[in-house]
């Protein structure tokens, strides 16, 4: 099994940045992709952006050219770094490894 712990959550203005950090437990995390999900309420679980082993990455389209997935594998973390946010963007963020999940970090974005 793996360990996540999401942080980096908060409220924040439209047009404003935040950065998600995700701490990952084992070596494991260096071999493995992960991603970047969120929910909001009353909608199903998406996938904002990817990472793989190698340092390929892939976005949502909500998302492309505002938010940026990186890693830091001797560290095992992992960042999203969300800029030019939008109302839309609030939601739960959730990073997950190998089927495993964090608890979750809030993001709302609000006037």
């Known amino acids: 099994q793996v360990q996540l712990v999401e942080s980096g959550g908060g409220l924040v203005q439209p047009g404003g940045s935040l950065r998600l950090s995700c701490a990952a437990s084992?070596?494991?995390?260096?071999?493995?992709?992960m991603g970047w999900y969120r929910q909001a309420p009353g909608k199903e679980r998406e996938l904002v952006a990817r990472i793989t082993s190698g340092g390929s990455t892939s976005y949502a389209d909500s998302v492309k050219g505002r938010f940026t997935i990186s890693r830091d594998n001797a560290k095992n973390l992992a960042y999203l770094q969300m800029n030019s946010l939008k109302p839309e963007d609030t939601a739960v963020y959730y990073c997950e490894v190998l089927a495993y999940w964090g608890q979750g970090t809030q993001v709302t974005v609000s006037s």
């Open positions: 084992g070596s494991i995390f260096s071999i493995n992709a």
